[in-house]
């Protein structure tokens, strides 16, 4: 798996799950189907009098998420930035030239409302449900930084096994300490859960 490939896929799955916070806090999810891949960059559309482009607007942060038939969840999350007055309607034509549909929606001059934005730095989260252990990996494009997630065991294991006999995926290999294969890992925290000693770590 790589970035593009993962970037085909939710091409492929067409109608995607955006997320923002709006100004309470609170998580905003809506479908989007408006949207353009050129190369790593992400463009996509809306107007700019919906709660959504106000939350861009104001944050910028937004996590984009697809599911495919083959079981597997892409989560891309990054910053959304509004793209250039003098590139406006450059990417608003090829959008709305791939997506014929826009033209039922914001017909003539109406299209005027809409702007686009476009996420350059961002990470990848690969998630596969289908394979036996679950595969699981991580990609960066542009200036993100990836934040580790999971589950590590430390110095202080005893080797007793208990991780191991506990472990859904069994991706736990004995060793002074144990180690789990963090790219197959489901982070469901039994684990974590189980230890004796307390010799595993939150990421």
């Given at each position: 798996?790589?970035?593009?490939?993962?970037?085909?896929k939710?091409?492929?799955?067409?109608?995607?799950?955006?997320?923002?916070?709006?100004?309470?806090?609170?998580?905003?999810?809506?479908?989007?189907?408006?949207?353009?891949?050129?190369?790593?960059?992400?463009?996509?559309l809306?107007?700019?009098?919906?709660?959504?482009?106000?939350?861009?607007?104001?944050?910028?942060?937004?996590?984009?998420?697809?599911?495919?038939?083959?079981?597997?969840?892409?989560?891309?999350?990054?910053?959304?930035?509004?793209?250039?007055?003098?590139?406006?309607?450059?990417?608003?034509?090829?959008?709305?030239?791939?997506?014929?549909?826009?033209?039922?929606?914001?017909?003539?001059?109406?299209?005027?409302?809409?702007?686009?934005?476009?996420?350059?730095?961002?990470?990848i989260?690969?998630?596969?449900?289908?394979?036996?252990?679950?595969?699981?990996?991580?990609?960066?494009?542009?200036?993100?930084?990836?934040?580790?997630?999971?589950?590590?065991?430390t110095?202080?294991?005893?080797?007793?096994?208990?991780?191991?006999?506990?472990?859904?995926?069994?991706?736990?290999?004995?060793?002074?300490?144990?180690?789990?294969?963090?790219?197959?890992?489901?982070?469901?925290?039994?684990?974590?859960?189980?230890?004796?000693?307390?010799?595993?770590?939150?990421?």
């Open positions: 798996m790589d970035v593009l490939t993962c970037l085909k939710l091409g492929y799955v067409g109608v995607l799950d955006f997320a923002t916070v709006d100004e309470d806090g609170a998580p905003q999810v809506r479908n989007i189907s408006a949207i353009h891949f050129e190369g790593t960059d992400i463009y996509f809306t107007a700019r009098g919906k709660s959504f482009a106000r939350q861009l607007y104001a944050d910028g942060r937004v996590q984009i998420l697809g599911y495919t038939k083959f079981k597997e969840t892409i989560r891309v999350s990054g910053k959304a930035v509004e793209v250039p007055a003098d590139e406006q309607l450059k990417w608003r034509n090829v959008l709305y030239e791939e997506q014929p549909y826009l033209e039922n929606v914001y017909p003539g001059e109406t299209k005027n409302i809409d702007t686009m934005f476009v996420i350059r730095d961002y990470t989260e690969y998630f596969c449900l289908s394979t036996r252990p679950i595969t699981r990996e991580y990609f960066t494009v542009g200036n993100a930084h990836l934040k580790p997630k999971g589950y590590l065991i110095d202080a294991c005893i080797g007793c096994g208990t991780c191991q006999t506990v472990c859904p995926q069994s991706v736990i290999s004995e060793g002074t300490p144990f180690t789990i294969d963090q790219n197959h890992c489901l982070q469901c925290g039994n684990c974590y859960e189980n230890c004796p000693v307390q010799a595993i770590e939150r990421l």
